[in-house]
């Protein structure tokens, strides 16, 4: 079998996620936004897909790279495209993570199986945490403490069986704010009791002193784990709080370099869960390495977001990836709504709070691509 | 799908390898051995095969460890499988390893693919190595220096492109002896040439200092690398060791405890060049684990040994994995002759050296069932 062609096609959809001046998403007036599906074409009629793709980058690299060759050599495919990192210096892990999963996804729909069972595969079905949206000054939505606690004793009724608090962060005027972070994260205990696990990801850029303070309050807060709370470039920083404190530090997420990277954290005692998802380190290929590295040093890893390519992983760790992460959540947006390119939601979420691996082909993803046709729009590739 | 049975079948053949008092294989009279395949059975038609099993322990632990079992599973079986061994102390790593190739060989025949292209493939072939048989006292055998200097020089007209010695051990009266090792190693390199890579995986029980002494004489012969030399449950003989030559030291082999060991061979820099085969580490599955340990810290990793399971992995490894150990090679016995259950080489190895990933389903095994039924005997499990 040999990839004869790279598609994209960028589409339409309404949507009521807006983001801040900083980037962060929250809920806002609804409005039109694209979303890019890439297709992988191969000779012998099976095709690979997955979303989120740069159409120039499509087009200009992944062609180039990909065209021609055998799609089932993906470890060659992902060592060629990181090699391409080099000279195109945009080409970031979270671009060729998607021709990664695309590629995944196409081993799949050709045997009919998901990716988590030709990975081999663990579970097949997963804890989720509710994971918040940013605070913002919405009244009702998630502006102060009690906004907090009321919005976790939804989660719990909605079946999670644990909770990942994001907090205020800049362009809010008054954030980020240490004392703030803790009166949200108390109110949140204070309203599910002591037996929910609940965790904190917080501004990214804290100073080490007001990591550690707010790292000692959320010890006797009983929290589970303490998320990036200073810039993850700085592995000593992170060195030095993980030694303090006795609350697990998670990390690194943002910085960049793969596997390398995480290597480099277990060797500094930089943190004592590992982080990554398929966005953060370049897609399966490279998160499955990541799993395993964390397995031959006896380390937790946690993976880092949603969608079919983080649950595929889940799915077939050995190693506690004790949860997967849903949402970006929030009072006024419901995560449960189908996206309009999808028959249906690839983490739908039984009430119990598990999330169960889909058994559909490839990635999961139950594709309507009569919506993608219909609402496709040129785009300036 | 599910597993619902396990078999053995114990079959004879004729062989002229015989075992010395300490182990070691050589050539000698024509006799009978046995050999087992291990059959994992399901509901839906296809099996999965592999050798080397004991039926014993196919009976009292495969069973009811997979029976049952949906057969994709293989991260949550081979997991279960390392659980029984801390109960059941002679399930070793080796015998866990049929088990998992057995698994990954079912998958590959259920999608009719070499399993190096479910992994995810890299290359279609491989560079091997001539591996020799330890010395012996047979005259125009190993016997001696310059007999291993003429078996390397065959060993060059049959196309391979590098060669590793296995030297003299007990019960060899005179045996070891390092000077002996280093005169073998220096007739090998006068008589190959400058160009071509040496290895010495010599007595393995050395003090640090004989260890010390051969591999600088190695250096000056410009060997590629030094293996194995003192008992692996020393690390810090190895730490020792690698600190202080510049040949790269390559383990550990032999040392129990899978990714993890090797995990803390890296910590103590303990090796240069990481190893371990599907035998040593219980098979392809935490063979790829330690593969790619070995990638996030931009070690390379040396295959141990030949196969099925260890070509494939070669096939999907990302990372060098150089060469394919090829052998045990020795002037006296054929290793191009088929086995007389296959109906094939597994390794068949071209003019250029190179051994051809197998494009057949599973691990590639051609398996003669005809032979294995007509040659098959009676186990007492």
Redesign the interface.
């Given at each position: 079998m040999k990839i004869v062609d790279i598609k994209t096609r960028t589409f339409k959809y309404k949507t009521n996620h807006v983001r801040d001046s900083e980037g962060h998403g929250h809920p806002g007036p609804e409005h039109d936004a694209t979303q890019t599906l890439l297709t992988i074409v191969t000779d012998e009629g099976p095709a690979g897909y997955a979303f989120g793709v740069n159409p120039a980058i499509a087009e200009q690299i992944f062609k180039p790279a990909l065209v021609g060759e055998?799609p089932?050599?993906?470890?060659?495919l992902?060592?060629r495209l990181k090699h391409w990192q080099r000279i195109h210096r945009n080409l970031t892990d979270n671009v060729i993570g998607v021709a990664d999963m695309a590629?995944w996804d196409l081993?799949g729909r050709?045997?009919d199986?998901p990716v988590y069972?030709?990975?081999?595969?663990?579970?097949d079905k997963v804890l989720a945490y509710a994971s918040t949206m940013c605070g913002d000054e919405e009244p009702g939505g998630l502006s102060s403490p009690d906004d907090y606690a009321r919005f976790a004793e939804w989660c719990i009724q909605r079946g999670y069986k644990a909770i990942k608090l994001h907090t205020w962060m800049p362009p809010i005027a008054w954030a980020p704010d240490p004392k703030m972070d803790v009166k949200a994260c108390a109110a949140v205990r204070e309203a599910v009791g002591d037996d929910i696990p609940l965790m904190l990801d917080c501004y990214h850029y804290y100073s080490r002193e007001q990591a550690l303070y707010i790292g000692r309050e959320l010890e006797k807060l009983n929290y589970y784990w303490f998320e990036e709370p200073m810039d993850e470039h700085s592995t000593s920083s992170y060195a030095w709080l993980a030694e303090q404190l006795d609350i697990p530090v998670v990390g690194p997420e943002t910085a960049e370099g793969k596997?390398?990277t995480?290597?480099e954290w277990i060797?500094r005692g930089a943190a004592d869960i590992l982080r990554g998802g398929v966005g953060d380190v370049g897609g399966i290929?490279p998160l499955?390495?990541?799993v395993?590295?964390a397995?031959?040093?006896?380390m937790a890893m946690e993976v880092h977001g949603g969608g079919g390519g983080n649950l595929q992983v889940l799915g077939?760790?050995?190693i506690p990836g004790e949860f997967y992460e849903r949402g970006l959540l929030h009072p006024f947006i419901d995560y449960d709504e189908v996206e309009p390119w999808l028959h249906s939601k690839i983490d739908a979420m039984d009430d119990e709070g598990y999330v169960h691996l889909p058994q559909g082909p490839g990635l999961g993803y139950d594709i309507n691509f009569d919506y993608i046709e219909e609402n496709s729009v040129e785009t300036g590739k």
């Open positions: 055998d089932f050599y993906r470890e060659k992902w060592q590629l081993a050709c045997f199986q069972k030709l990975l081999g595969g663990y579970r596997m390398y995480r290597a060797l290929t499955m390495k990541t395993h590295l397995e031959s040093f006896g077939a760790m050995g």
